[in-house]
């Protein structure tokens, strides 16, 4: 039996799907079959992240009407061995799957894959419904602003009012260098407001957007701090006790000559990403 | 906090400290906030509960919340007349 981890946030925008793609990646390249499913319906996003826009055929829509089976609308990524995508409906609303069919395309899911990773939509209704309906696990993930943990916060009273136990935060676009300055709250601020564990942080990115410009996910860019944080946060999922790897260089570079002349007098500083 | 932070630091607050301070402030409110129905159901079943012991008025109980700091208080305010039974007694008595 897989384990299904929902992907939620509230608040629009702020890395679901990139979590989602990026996460489900790692997971396979550990040797897990893992499947991405996309609820998103009417605006489906997972497969141009994935890489896989071209491959679409039938959607959850489609199997939740039971007009084709999983097997017919699952997407094989060919690079990476192992792993899979459902896709969202582009054309359809969110009333088209209830949370009877996504319970049921769960189970079934579970049958077939070590990971099943759903991609939330935003929002607090039917779309986040069905989204947390077979959850074993939920991951919250923020950004660290004002709104986007005011958002976190009402989701995370209303999954525990559904009575989703398993739940831990991801803090995406962490801008150690503004966190250092004292510009944008910290890891230990967010998280001692939201009062859930911690499963990782990942720092905000421009080679995000290269990659998702190409199709091409962050874990497989080298040089990407933010898919350095994702193939962590896939480990710890995994089960290891993975350290948070030393600060981000990047988070200083453009930070502004005080701060590489603080950088070079103090040296590194202590705002760990992941 | 190292040595020039401290220095660039005007006046000791940062505005991560304001956006923590706001949102603690907004979260208190968040998360007590209780469905609008909520008061409406409160008061009608309080009245029904009340009535069986002393005489009162509908529109004459008021809920409401009152919130604090970390705590919230259900404010129940209930004027009657006198207990029903002396009621009748005093009835019987004018009679
Ligand atoms: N760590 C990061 N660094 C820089 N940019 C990022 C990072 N994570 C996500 N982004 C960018 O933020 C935008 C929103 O990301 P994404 O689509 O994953 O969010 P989402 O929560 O799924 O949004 P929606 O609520 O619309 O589904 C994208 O342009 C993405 O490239
Ligand atoms: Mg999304």
Redesign the pocket.
């Known amino acids: 039996m897989g384990r299904i981890i929902t992907i939620t946030?509230g608040k629009?925008?702020?890395?679901?799907?990139?979590?989602s793609a990026n996460l489900s990646a790692s997971l396979a390249l550990a040797g897990k079959r893992t499947i991405a499913v996309d609820t998103?319906i009417g605006?489906r996003?997972l497969d141009v992240v994935m890489g896989l826009e071209n491959r679409v055929v039938y959607d959850i829509v489609n199997v939740a009407e039971g007009a084709v089976s999983l097997e017919q609308a699952w997407i094989k990524h060919k690079r990476v061995q192992g792993l899979y995508m459902l896709p969202a409906s582009q054309s359809r609303n969110k009333n088209a799957v209830s949370v009877n069919d996504m319970k049921r395309i769960g189970q079934e899911l579970k049958q077939k894959f070590d990971y099943v990773i759903i991609d939330c939509?935003?929002g607090i209704e039917q779309g986040f419904q069905n989204a947390i309906a077979a959850a074993d696990e939920i991951i919250v993930?923020t950004t660290p602003e004002v709104s986007a943990v005011r958002d976190a916060d009402r989701v995370i009273g209303l999954l525990e009012n559904a009575s989703k136990e398993k739940l831990q935060l991801i803090i995406?676009?962490l801008k150690p260098a503004m966190v250092k300055r004292g510009e944008m709250m910290s890891t230990g601020d967010v998280t001692e407001i939201l009062a859930i564990s911690l499963l990782g942080v990942?720092?905000?990115?421009?080679k995000?957007?290269v990659s998702?410009n190409c199709g091409e996910l962050a874990i497989f860019n080298p040089a990407s701090v933010?898919g350095k944080a994702f193939k962590t946060i896939a480990r710890r999922l995994l089960g290891e006790e993975v350290v948070a790897p030393r600060p981000v260089e990047a988070s200083v570079n453009g930070a502004g000559v005080m701060n590489k002349l603080k950088h070079f007098f103090f040296g590194a500083n202590d705002t760990h990403p992941a | 906090m190292n040595l020039l932070d401290f220095i660039f630091r005007r006046n000791g607050s940062s505005s991560s400290e304001t956006a923590k301070n706001r949102l603690k402030l907004v979260l208190i409110q968040d998360r007590s906030s209780l469905p609008a129905s909520l008061l409406d159901t409160l008061r009608d079943e309080l009245l029904r509960v009340i009535s069986k012991h002393v005489k009162v008025d509908k529109g004459d109980i008021e809920v409401s919340i009152s919130r604090a700091q970390n705590y919230n208080t259900l404010v129940v305010n209930v004027p009657f007349r006198a207990p029903k039974r002396q009621l009748r007694k005093l009835a019987t008595v004018t009679e």
């Open positions: 946030s629009g925008g702020v890395g679901k799907t990139t979590t998103d605006l996003n939509p935003a993930v995406n676009r990942v720092p905000d990115d421009e995000i957007i998702t933010a």
